[in-house]
Structures are given as C-alpha cells and as structure tokens.
C-alpha cells in the first residue's frame, strides 16, 4: 500500500502556560524579577518597617502611666476585663488570653455584647483595660458611665490622649499619633501592631512581677508541645495496683505471675526488699533470655535471674528526659523511686506512647 504523502505544513509550537515552565527551561521562580515584583517586595517591606517605627516609637512613652496601669492590675481582687471593638477588640482578645494564660484571671468583654446583659461579667474589684486607637469608639464610650457607677477603673490604651475615652479613663496608656501602613492611611496596621506591642508589654512586665514559674505555665499548659516539655514523671508514672511490685525472695513463677495480673500488662516488676527499697527488675525480655538458654526451673529466686542496680528516675524528673534516658539504654522500662530508694512507681514506654512523647 503506497504511503499517503507526508505534510508541508508546519505544525504550530505549543508553549507553555503561563505560571508553569515548560520541559527543560528554566523553573520559573528562577526567572528574574522583574521591576514590578521588586516595588511590590520593597512596599511589602515598607509595610514591616512602618510597624516597627510605630512600636518602637511606643517605647519613649511608657512612664508613671504605665507604672499606674500595672499596679491597678497587679493588685485587683477581681479580673483583668479587656474590651475593645473591632481590631482593637481582636487585639484585645488576644491579650486577655495572655493575661489568662500567665495565671491572671482575664476575661473579655464585646462592648455591644455589654449593653445587652454580659456587663454582668464585670464585678468589685476587677479593672478594665479598653482598648482604642481614636478613643472615640460610640459602644465604648457608652460603657464609661456604667463602670463609673460600677466603682470599676479603667486603664485606656488609645492613640489620642484627648479623646473621650482617655478623658473618662483612670489612667491614659498613649501609643500617640501612628501613622498607618495603608496605601490610603486608614486600615489599623501600624496602630494595632502598637496596640499589641504595649499589651505584651503590660503583660509581661505584670509576670515579671509576681511568682509564676514554668510549673505554674505548664498546669495551665497541659496541651501540646508546650505541656509535654514539663510534664513531671509522676504525672506519667504507674502507682499503687499499677505498680508491678515483688519480693525479693519470691520465686521466679510469683514475678511472672506479678507481672501478668497488674493492670496495664507493664511487662516488667519491680523487685524490692522487706521495707520496699528497690533491689532490681525483671523484664519480659529477661524471661525470655532465660527460655533461650534453656532455663525451666521458675521456683529459683527472683533475685537470681533479675537485673541488678538498674537505672532508675525520679517522681520529679522531667518526662522529656526519662524518655531520651529509655532511647539511649534501649528499655521499656524505667523504675521510680523516691528519695531514700523505695521503689514508688514504674514509666513504661505504653506511657510515653500515650502522652505522644514517642
């Protein structure tokens, strides 16, 4: 069959779409910017410096006004109630939460919200924090006259020391006049980054000043990352019925059993002596080292086959550290004893599994 003739014409060339790069050029975040992508990075950085002009400048006006507003917080008897509308309410929200989370009782406070009952959260001996750039906020100011009445004083965080809101405030926190970071100088930027800074500020320094320490931030922690890096061994650890304990002079058979029946299956006991004090361990791995060699006699002594000295923690060790302690001697698990080596409690690696710290 003779062949149909091949075609002149020439074939169109496909090209890449745009935003992918076509097979063998070059991948297109290699390419060169071009002068718009540069003016956009330089406007994004602009953006960056003007927030950190507005919270450095912040730092010259922290005075005897601060100094007041941290007193009034650090000695209420009530709560730290914050309130703010809008992104002001956001940051405020935000530092209620800080305040909430260093161990001040804090709770916030939606100003419309207020008005139509929850002005019921605010009590004697609490002091409010309002949060505002312009001080002219209608639900705020309206709230004035009712924490007046309340007997509750207010710390005002705003950017007019003039407005309405520092003039029926206790004590004026003046982050003065930012200028915004906003092609058209009216979206909160640079103002709430100020705004957020000078609560951080009053937040931390209020930690600074009472006794609160990782202890406590981890009890309000339990969660997480944060919680699993000072969790204690005896927050973890297996006590009483779940502590697989047996006597020195019991026979191998009783381990066995002992470690069979406690609840939780540990796969190991705890040897001790008459007054309790920890002379060694056995293990399901040391049972079956024994089956290995041959050994059938399980009336022998415990003590005999069991593992001497073995290395032990703490109730008050830090988790994080008996779990990098059972990696690094290849156990599963680890004997707790308290100060004079009784032997109180038992982490096994079924712990560590459960709280995700493996």
Known sequence: MARAPRSTAKKPRLRALPGRASAGSEPARARVRDADAEATL??????????????????????????????????CTG??????????????????ST?????????????????????????????????????????????????????????????????ALARGADVVLDIGRIEEACPMGLVP???????????????????????????????????GKLGRSVLRVFELMRTGRANPLVLDTARLSEAVVVMTNTPGRPGAACVVDKDGMLEGIFTDGDLRRLVERGHQD???????????????????????TAAA?????????????DVEGRAVGLLDVQDLLAAKFV
């Open 42 to 75: 330089a406007y994004a950085r602009g953006v960056l410096e003007a927030e950190a002009r507005a919270i450095l400048g912040v730092t010259e006006r922290l005075g005897d006004a601060f100094l007041h507003a941290l007193h009034l917080v650090r000695d």
């Open 79 to 96: 709560q730290v109630v914050v309130t703010g509308m809008g992104k002001a309410g956001h940051i405020g929200q935000k530092l209620s």
């Open 99 to 163: 305040l909430a989370s260093t161990g001040v009782r804090s709770v916030f406070l939606h100003p419309a919200e207020a008005v139509h009952g929850d002005l019921g959260r605010v009590g004697q001996g609490d002091v409010i924090l309002a949060l505002s750039n312009s001080g002219s906020t209608e639900e705020l100011l309206r709230l004035l006259p009712l924490f007046k009445r309340m007997g509750t004083p207010v710390v005002a965080l705003t950017g007019d020391a003039d407005s």
């Open 189 to 223: 930027t640079a103002s709430t980054a100020a705004l957020h800074a000078v609560g951080d500020a009053l937040a931390m320094t209020l930690l600074r000043s009472r006794p609160f320490g990782r202890d406590d931030y981890a009890l309000l922690h339990p969660g």
């Open 298 to 320: 399980f009336e022998v002594p415990v003590r005999q086959v069991m593992g001497k000295r073995p290395r032990c923690i703490t109730p008050e060790t830090l988790v994080l």
């Open 325 to 337: 302690q059972m990696r690094e001697l290849k156990v599963d698990q680890l004997p707790v004893v």
